[in-house]
């Protein structure tokens, strides 16, 4: 089931950037894993995954130490401080920094390692309550103060939309996203690159491909629905 699932994934990718004109070379796929068990992991890597999603510092770590050690995991949910020391150099990208407290705390323990730690700046795109993330308004700031913290590097920006059936209702929050990375690029501050456009789900990533992706994070289609119970 996995490999049909990946399969039409990879080719719904490959369509959508045919029909917007774009090479899906420029498209990262994460396959979030989130309350999969390790051997589902496995199976996923064995069909070629290398890049896979968490959105919990205790099972990103627990997870990592049982599984290849060529597997890059990229941390996706929200973030607290006090668990930065346990993600700065497992996870290749945290795509969830949402406030300078954030980005500070791991700047210093990136030093603290000798690193440089790659991350997303996290927006809250739609002005949903209920939602993590910068508002779009406080994101131009919050890049000036990133030439402060030279252990981290920000490499672009993350959005989590709405959940709704309509995914074409997703394509005015994209929209705007990609409009913001285009307007910080343009600044040029020091440790400030908008390469990655993390954006799209299993409900909306065709979408998001067309308004500019270039990171999807893809759980359910892939691996199918998740039982929290
Ligand atoms: C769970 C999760 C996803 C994947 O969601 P699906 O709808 O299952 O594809 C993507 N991004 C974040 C931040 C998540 O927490």
Avoid at 42 to 59: M, S, T
Avoid at 121 to 131: I, P, T
Wanted: net charge positive; charged share 30%.
């Amino acid at each position: 089931m996995l490999k049909k699932n990946f399969d039409e994934v990879k080719r719904r990718i490959q369509a959508a950037c045919q029909g917007c004109g774009r090479n899906e070379d420029e498209i990262t796929l994460v396959a979030v894993s989130k309350t999969k068990p390790v051997e589902t992991l496995l199976e996923a890597y064995n069909l070629g995954a290398r890049i896979f999603g968490e959105n919990k510092v205790q099972e990103l770590v627990d997870k990592a130490s049982l599984l290849p050690t060529d597997i890059r995991w990229h941390m996706i949910g929200h973030l607290q401080t006090n668990k930065v020391k346990y993600i700065v150099g497992k996870a290749k990208l945290i795509h969830s920094v949402d406030t300078l407290r954030l980005a500070e705390a791991i700047d210093k323990e990136a030093l603290k390692k000798g690193i440089i730690a790659d991350i997303l700046a996290e927006v809250n795109v739609s002005g949903e309550e209920n939602k993590f993330g910068l508002s779009v308004g406080e994101v131009p700031a919050f890049m000036e103060r990133m030439q402060r913290f030279p252990h981290l590097r920000v490499k672009g920006l993350m959005t989590v939309a709405p959940y709704t059936k309509k995914p074409e209702e997703n394509r005015q929050y994209f929209r705007r996203l990609r409009q913001l990375a285009v307007d910080i690029g343009r600044k040029k501050a020091d440790n400030v690159k908008m390469d990655i456009l993390s954006m799209g789900m299993t409900g909306d990533y065709q979408i998001a491909i067309e308004e500019g992706a270039t990171m999807l994070r893809v759980g359910t289609a892939l691996f199918g629905e998740r039982d929290y119970a």
